[in-house]
């Protein structure tokens, strides 16, 4: 999760997952989760325990880019994939919110023809890909 310094400079840095619910939330209309729903992990071990954390918020969306924008903007916070807001949290763009809190996965897919054997160049950009984003190539196929 991340926001605008701005965003965070007039209306502060939540502390607990709670806290979520007295800020402008983004929303995205995507995959198999409950909309208006966060669902943050915290904890390890014995002590780990999951919320789900109604958010508000007077901006939504379908279009991750858009949603990243509008975090950009000072719109509000973002819950997005680390790997997607990674640029702009290394220039200080957005800062991190809840950084003790984990959120769901953001799975991706390589989609390919299995009625020949994998292609070289498929192969690279796959292992590329994993590589990058820190996954495990079993976890790609």
Same mark, same amino acid.
């Given at each position: !999760?991340?926001?605008?310094?701005?965003y /965070?400079?007039?209306?502060?840095?939540? &502390?607990?997952?709670?806290?979520?619910?007295?800020?402008?939330?983004i929303?995205?209309?995507?995959?198999? *989760?409950?909309?208006?729903?966060?669902?943050?992990?915290?904890? @390890?071990?014995?002590? @780990?325990?999951? *919320?789900?954390? @109604? /958010?508000?918020?007077?901006?939504?969306?379908?279009?991750?880019?858009?949603? &990243?924008?509008?975090?950009?903007?000072?719109h509000?916070?973002?819950?997005?994939?680390?790997?997607? /807001?990674?640029?702009y949290?290394?220039?200080?763009?957005? &800062?991190p919110?809840?950084?003790?809190?984990d959120t769901p996965n953001?799975? /991706? #897919?390589? &989609?390919?023809s299995?009625?020949?054997? !994998?292609s070289n160049?498929?192969?690279? #950009?796959?292992? #590329?890909i994993? @590589?990058?984003?820190?996954?495990?190539?079993? *976890? #790609?196929?």
């Amino acid at each position: !999760m991340c926001g605008a310094s701005s965003y /965070i400079a007039s209306r502060g840095l939540p &502390v607990t997952a709670h806290d979520l619910t007295r800020h402008n939330c983004i929303g995205i209309r995507q995959g198999d *989760e409950a909309y208006g729903v966060w669902r943050l992990t915290s904890g @390890r071990g014995a002590s @780990r325990k999951t *919320e789900a954390v @109604r /958010i508000n918020g007077s901006l939504t969306t379908n279009d991750g880019e858009i949603a &990243v924008k509008w975090a950009l903007e000072g719109h509000g916070i973002l819950m997005r994939a680390e790997w997607d /807001i990674k640029p702009y949290l290394a220039d200080g763009s957005l &800062v991190p919110v809840l950084p003790d809190h984990d959120t769901p996965n953001a799975d /991706i #897919f390589a &989609v390919y023809s299995q009625r020949h054997q !994998m292609s070289n160049r498929i192969r690279a #950009f796959v292992d #590329f890909i994993a @590589r990058d984003l820190g996954g495990g190539v079993g *976890e #790609f196929m």
